[in-house]
């Protein structure tokens, strides 16, 4: 008689959940288990098959639950807006929002602000199941950021507020060599990319960059095998700067000073021509597409965007939700619902960016465009334990007909109950297990209050309180 297969022993097996695994060939196991050790998945597949392979250390009932991949936030600013959120009038054309109104509010922030400011957008993208993040390369004090993020449990790459061209608030002044010190320093200090919080060589980007800092970013990240992040085009300016001094458009230009590649990402891309998007396409390069701060900025992406030709050319479209004063929330949930809708009107046509696809973009994009495609976006044997939990006893996942339709359409951030990453179980029954979330926002109420008032900016309330605050 053949021996009884061992069992794995493994740390925790969440058993009898709808399964969303985001493999391959896009399986749902219902019911299905997921069994977790270290910080790696070990085993997903139907319910009965993973519970005769393994013997849990902690069982979690999964009746109750869809388990789903951990979502990737691919551009998101973790500094600069989160203790400034909605204070910037949301009818500011795009230049004024961001150089009369953002430059200043990040500029009136010091180092404890911005590790406030870090965990807050952690924890919001955590308690909402996003695990794992691409800053926007607006941060001032990395180390203190990095520490932040550490003690909160998330996954990220961050970068250093790197740019050598005007206009420039005075605390961000840095000559060409001085941002490539700030780009090695960072590596230096933490650019080991098996933490999971590592730094990457980032630029703002846009037309704040010579070619001498383009190329020294896009040689750094070669040379030490990460990613590179920057802004691109996200309205007119960029592609009329690009013109300007260059006389060719930003994608050509970048493209032959070697910045596209497959390990770059870049924000936004709603001007972009055809020759353009076969560049992305052939080098690579992934888009990280905002759609909130599309409309509530006024980019025109229903009208000149061209997410789904991008898509349709094989260029690899993740999602964002950038910084809280263009996007005032960092629930990914709400862009890939808006990722899914805009060009079905746009277009009128309902076959655009089907629900599957969305999903697609705001897990296994964004993890490709975080260079880590071998490490998250899927519930996979291998994979890292980043997995989150939805409760279904909740009157938006009732009844439970078609998982695609309700992740994009139904849910959001509000029905997550538990998250783990890298197998730690950093979100539990709705409350963040890693840090008092309650003293968190306390601080960060005050200092928001202490950072606009330094800004010097106009309080441009329309609603304004009686008794002032
Ligand atoms: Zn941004």
Redesign the pocket.
């Known amino acids: 008689m053949p021996d009884a297969p061992e069992l794995i022993p493994v740390d925790t097996l969440v058993d009898g959940a709808v399964v969303v695994t985001m493999n391959e060939q896009r399986e749902v196991f219902a019911p299905g288990g997921v069994a977790l050790s270290g910080d790696r998945i070990v085993a997903v597949g139907p319910a009965d098959a993973v519970r005769a392979r393994v013997r849990p250390r902690e069982v979690v009932d999964g009746a109750r639950f869809v388990a789903t991949p951990g979502l990737v936030n691919t551009?998101i600013?973790v500094t600069g807006e989160p203790l400034t959120r909605g204070y910037v009038p949301d009818d500011t054309p795009f230049e004024e929002n961001v150089f009369v109104w953002l430059c200043p509010l990040y500029a009136a922030h010091g180092e404890e602000d911005e590790r406030i400011s870090a965990q807050l957008a952690a924890a919001e993208m955590l308690l909402s199941g996003t695990t794992a993040f691409l800053e926007?390369g607006t941060v001032r004090f990395v180390d203190a950021v990095v520490d932040g993020l550490c003690e909160i449990g998330i996954r990220g790459r961050v970068g250093r507020w790197v740019w050598d061209l005007p206009p420039e608030p005075e605390v961000y002044r840095q000559t060409t060599a001085e941002a490539i010190g700030h780009l090695e320093e960072e590596l230096d200090r933490h650019g080991d990319q098996r933490a999971r919080v590592a730094a990457w060589p980032m630029v703002v980007g846009h037309t704040t960059c010579s070619e001498e800092l383009w190329r020294a970013a896009a040689g750094l990240a070669a040379e030490q095998g990460t990613g590179l992040n920057f802004?691109m085009s996200p309205a007119h300016l960029d592609p009329e700067g690009f013109l300007a001094a260059y006389g060719e458009r930003p994608m050509v230009h970048l493209a032959k000073l070697g910045v596209l590649s497959d390990r770059a990402t870049l924000?936004h891309g709603v001007h972009v021509d055809d020759e353009e998007i076969e560049l992305l396409a052939r080098h690579g390069t992934s888009v990280a597409h905002c759609p909130t701060t599309a409309l509530k900025v006024a980019y025109g992406v229903t009208q000149i965007g061209k997410i789904p030709e991008m898509l349709e050319r094989g260029v690899n479209v993740s999602l964002g939700t950038?910084?809280n004063n263009a996007s005032n929330y960092s629930d990914l949930h709400r862009a890939a619902y808006l990722a899914a809708g805009l060009f079905k009107d746009a277009r009128r046509d309902p076959t655009m960016i089907p629900a599957e696809l969305a999903y697609e973009m705001a897990t296994l994009h964004g993890a490709r465009a975080l260079c880590l495609q071998d490490e998250i976006g899927s519930l996979e044997p291998g994979k890292k334990a980043d997995l989150v939990l939805h409760d279904r006893r909740r009157p938006e996942w009732v009844p439970l007909l078609n998982v695609a339709n309700q992740l994009v359409y139904s849910a959001d951030g509000r029905g997550v109950h538990s998250v783990w990453v890298d197998g730690r179980r950093v979100v539990d029954d709705y409350r963040l297990t890693t840090i008092d979330t309650g003293a968190l926002y306390e601080r960060a109420q005050t200092a928001g209050e202490a950072v606009v008032a330094r800004s010097g900016l106009p309080d441009r309330r329309r609603w304004r309180p009686i008794g002032g605050r």
Do not use: V
């Open positions: 551009h600013h926007a802004h924000a950038d910084g």
